[in-house]
Nanobody, 119 residues
Framework: QVQLVESGGGLVQTGGSLRLSCAAS????????MGWYRQAPGKQRELVAV???????NYVDSVKGRFTISRDNAKNTVYLQMNSLKPEDTAVYYC?????????????WGQGTQVTVSS
């Protein structure tokens, strides 16, 4: 079983920064894509950023130029550096990894971490 543990959320003022981390552990053979999603109250979960196994990235338009996704393959960890935060960035942030074990491939999710941006 693979587990994803997130950290780094919290309360920050408008214009501030936070760095989220998500580390995978367990019987991992390899990890393909890694991504961050978020879900605000009353809204659907949306993709924020994704990074491929070779480091190519994509972002939702609303965070381009402010957020940066990166990964450390040796640590099975993905990061999300969030700068110039806005109140509309307030949400629960979830990481997702496409994990390959010896037997199966599946999408593993973190438990979520709250990010609150005050105006």
């Amino acid at each position: 079983q693979v587990q994803l543990v997130e950290s780094g959320g919290g309360l920050v003022q408008t214009g501030g920064s936070l760095r989220l981390s998500c580390a995978a552990s367990g019987s991992i053979f390899s990890i393909n894509s890694m991504g961050w999603y978020r879900q605000a109250p009353g809204k659907q979960r949306e993709l924020v950023a994704v990074i491929s196994s070779v480091g190519s990235t994509n972002y939702v338009d609303s965070v381009k130029g402010r957020f940066t996704i990166s990964r450390d393959n040796a640590k099975n960890t993905v990061y999300l550096q969030m700068n110039s935060l806005k109140p509309e960035d307030t949400a629960v942030y979830y990481c997702k990894m496409e994990v390959f074990t010896n037997d199966v491939a599946y999408n593993a999710w973190g438990q979520g971490t709250q990010v609150t941006v005050s105006s």
